[in-house]
């Protein structure tokens, strides 16, 4: 039993550590800190690829934080910190991209896919309805009623 | 049911796994280049020997290779054996010694010889950023205008230059020429 909380609480300490790369830096606004967050989140480490750079150790994330914490300092908007990255590292760096020609299939490609989807159960659950509906008719077509009237008056005669 | 749509899935399926086939043989570390096609960035920093300033107006005037190397970068020593040969057979080079130390950078230039032109040091990475570099050995192609035309990351080895940057140098120079 011993063993295991001591385990549990070395576990609990490792999660900690290895949580994120951390940084000091001093924000002089709250809001800056905020801002500074959310946009080491948005933007993806080029050199790791699958990490944002506020997750990642790499130098050039590093390097990054670096560059974003002294951008907010000049009082740039994230707009503005977005355009940097982007005008060097290409819409790459962008975990969500910008709407242009570019992207465009990427944006609406899903919901272009579902949307077929959704048109082809359509076509075929009508389809089935109008075979079925023909299968349960009871009424007589124009011809057959003819032929039914001439067995009738056969049978009469 | 029509009998070309019993086809359709075989068609999607082959549209599918010819994208991945493809996808097989591409880098996901190769980013395309967003500086291509714009001009080679300001700078001003001092040089990796004495106490010279290096800026933008040095570099440019000839179609160039500017390589950003450190000495950190353990595939720079693979390749600068061939940096070496192409500044032998008269191909431009500019270097950047990309957040490095001085020291250990002056060591390397003495120790394997040095085949740039100009040995821009750019300690604090300043340049690299603006120029996109993600890491090193990185490559960039300047016309004589000194308009990025090509990037390539990774090591230049005699292979790479002769079947596919050989020809993009070639074609600056050629363009050069009055």
Known sequence: MKRWIAAAILGLSIAGVAHAAIDTYEFAREADRERFRELTKEL???????????????????????????????????QQIIDFMVDRYGDFVRYKPALTAKTALLWFGPAGLLLGGVVVIAVIVRRRRVQQRAENRTELSSEERERLDQLLDKNQE | MK??????????????????????????????????????????????????????????????????????????????????????????????????????????????????????????????LNL????????????????????????????VWREKLAAKYQALVDEAKP
């Open chain 1, 44 to 78: 993806r480490c080029p050199k790791c690829q699958n990490q944002d750079i506020a997750d990642s150790n790499a130098p050039i994330a590093a390097d990054l934080r670096k560059e974003i914490f002294r951008m907010l300092g000049e009082g740039k908007d994230n």
């Open chain 2, 3 to 128: 009998r070309w749509l019993m086809l359709l899935p075989l068609a999607i399926f082959l549209v599918v796994a010819v994208f991945l086939y493809r996808g097989l043989y591409l880098d996901p570390a190769e980013l395309p280049s967003a500086m291509i096609g714009k001009p080679f960035p300001e700078f001003s920093l001092p040089a990796v020997q004495g106490d010279r300033t290096l800026t933008r107006a040095d570099i440019v005037g000839k179609p160039a290779l500017v390589n950003v190397w450190g000495t950190w970068c353990i595939s720079c020593r693979v390749e600068h054996p061939v940096l070496n040969k192409l500044a032998e057979k008269g191909v431009v080079i500019y270097g950047i010694n990309y957040k490095d130390v001085n020291a250990d950078a002056l060591k390397w230039l003495a120790e394997f010889h040095n085949p740039y032109q100009l040995d821009i040091r750019d300690d604090e990475g300043t340049l690299g």
């Open chain 2, 132 to 159: 996109g570099v993600y890491g090193a050995p990185e490559t960039f192609f300047i016309d004589a205008r000194g308009i990025i035309r090509d990037k390539f990351v990774g090591v230049i080895d005699e292979q």
